[in-house]
């Protein structure tokens, strides 16, 4: 079984305030890009995945469209 794991995103981060999200959604768009390529069983995503307990909307639709896209590429497991 092959998975690929992601975990502590932090999505909408800032550091010494510069935001990283447009950062952040690049490389959501890489591991899209190898997850179509790899082809995995399954993927897992755990823990922090929000920088914050209350993420703003644009972390929130970030994480939103990556969901999104991953069911476009992923088969639903019976």
């Known amino acids: 079984m092959k998975l690929i794991h ?3 995103l932090h999505l909408g981060k800032r550091v010494n305030g510069y935001s990283m999200l447009e950062d952040q959604d690049y490389i959501l768009k890489e591991i899209l890009s190898i997850i179509t390529a790899q082809s995995p069983d399954a993927v897992l995503i755990a823990g922090d995945i929000y920088d914050k307990s ?7 639709n970030v994480f939103d469209e990556f969901l999104t896209e991953l069911s476009e590429i992923t088969p639903a497991i019976p």
Request: proline share 10%; net charge negative; no cysteine.
């Open 54 to 60: 209350v993420p703003s909307a644009e972390a929130v």
């Open 6 to 8: 992601l975990s502590d």
